[in-house]
């Protein structure tokens, strides 16, 4: 783990139009910043960054979130990835902590290796590129695939010489150690000799998300019958397998936008796509596709389109892992190309233009073509046409999230027409199937977790709120994330000469009681333990940028909007004023045409950037929390008065609830409107 220290680091020197101006091209507006979301297609912009509250917005989308939260989003990082991320550009020494004296290891191995690859794939480019036996072998044969030189650079593509230890010595003599060497499969023991593992072989680096080299790909130049044609790096601390896409860290941009992942078998499909300027496009390595590797499409689109050989062994790989991505939610499409080409030759022969014209008018769906091959392979034989049944309804049956379930309608219809058979037969195989895969996830769920649930079932099965209560709720929400809201904005700001305004909120709010929203809870249980160690940390920073991703998302929600009312935004949009949804669209439009313009003086009728109201929206807060507490004693001394008392008792309570509306109408009058029924 990256330790707090080097975190704050980190926080101190963040700056969001530095970051986010390195991927938007933003204008200033008022005291905001303006321009196209990365995160959806729009022509007009409508992307704001708050450097004053260090967060940016969509309002076309919705998305927001502050410096971190825009790296993890836009380059598909973990959250300490996004902090080396940060590190590395602001020159921020990172300081690990760990658990134990393992995990330390296991850390400092991974390091390791990832250094030695770093090393040697700059070996095998100098020897590629520099070196006679390099340009004579490795980069005429990358020539000759019709790479340009550089596209060679681009996926830093090397070779391996043919003497028996040069990168081995070359390493041992940089002080690399001969364990980690063997370790990352650069290095092979053979009778207690090292040699070289990939001599001779042309060299693809595999890169992981953040462009770190996680192993090779080394392809055989010569015949030879005994060696393979491929040997890959053994699976380490950082090399594994079933979790790699080749060429995803130079495609993920591209997927993004194109909102589809184009997913080729080999290196050099991926690399002669991407010289043709086809960049969302990764590869599988000819395994079998695996559910983190369908995960991690997952992460840039739901759209994949699997690009395979035409013959039998393309359509057999590419039938594989079919389930497993329809359980992932991913919409699968299949293009096989024709006549014994792959993509790399046929992007080569035909062109970008064509090839992607080809893909867009070739694609297959999935499932049916699953149907269509197992049907060819079945025959006349009725046996097998009724395992093609079970397959398919088994198929269908993974198709399990509920949004999709309108199509998997369709496919058993679909299915049902084209094997000549009752749909409502293949609707119940397909219940079966379903039935089967939850009983089966039911018997490994433990015992209490499964009355649990069932107890959680029969208590929503009770439930029945009407519509005043929702919306009650729903008040209720609001004015306790506004309380969060002004702690995290407010907060160490003076409420007068004596106390801060947090200490007077916290002095008003001693316990959680009058709370119900649960991450409201969390904060102000942070803030508490703030103002007794290090009030000097309670900024909204803290919270903004808190490890805890509930503390840092509540916080940039709670701030995403990068203004403060004016009257006017008051007087049209507020509860009170019979809030009209036309009114309001027509105001929001007024107001995006202001920023885009910079019309400042259409802004100033919207905002008042410098107006500070935190007295007034303290007192509203205090007074709200006041009136909801009150209000639940006068329901709860309500419930008292229908039970059975003596007089003396009947006459206390009638006075406690005197008292309570006296109160009621008094905290009412202060606040202006009547804000609880």
Known sequence: MISQQTIQQILGRIDILDIVGEFVKLKKRGSNYLGLCPFHNEKTPSFIVSPGKEIYKCFGCGKSGNSISFVMEHEKYSYVDALKWLANRYGVEIEETFVSDQQRQQYQTADSLFIINGFAQQFFADQLFNTEEGQDIGLAYFKERGFREEII???????????????????????????????????????DQLMDNYRGRVIFPIHNHSGKVLGFGARILKKNDRAPKYINSPENEIYLKSRILYGSYFARTAIDKADECLLVEGYTDVISLHQAGIENVVASGGTSL????????????NNLTIVYDGDNAGIKAALRGLDLALEEGLNVKLVLIPDGEDPDSYVNKVGASKFTQFVNENKKDF???????????????????????NKMAETISKINKAEDFTKQQDYIKQTAEILKIEETGLHS????FIRDRIATQERKMPFEEARAHEENAKQA?????????????????????????????????KWNDKKLIAEYILEEIPDESLIDNAEVILLIAAFKELMQSTPELATKNYFI????????????????????????WKSEFSQNSGFQQSLFQQSYEDFMRAMRKDNEAELNNFLKIDEDRSDVEVDSAIMYLKLRKIKRMLLENQADLEKPHTTEELYML???HEHLKKMEIELTRNMGAVVIK
């Open 153 to 191: 650079r681009k996926f830093q593509l090397g070779y391996s010489p043919e003497r028996r230890d040069a990168f081995t010595k070359e390493a041992l003599s940089k002080q690399y150690t001969a364990e980690l060497l063997v370790k990352t499969g650069l290095v092979a023991n053979r009778n």
């Open 290 to 301: 695996t559910p983190d590797q369908l995960r991690l499409v997952k992460k840039y689109t």
């Open 367 to 389: 499932i049916l073509f699953q149907l269509e091959v197992a049907l060819k392979d079945a025959g006349g034989d009725s046996i097998k046409k009724a395992d093609v049944v």
């Open 429 to 432: 195989l397909v219940n079966k």
């Open 461 to 493: 099965e009770a439930t029945n709120y009407d519509d005043a209560t929702f919306n009650l709720l729903f008040k209720d929400e609001l004015q306790e994330r506004e309380v969060a809201r002004i702690l995290i904005e407010h907060g160490v700001k």
């Open 545 to 568: 940028y808190h490890p805890d991703t509930k503390l840092s998302t509540l916080a940039v929600s709670l701030l995403n909007f990068p203004h403060d009312q004016s009257d006017r």
């Open 654 to 656: 009638h006075q406690t």
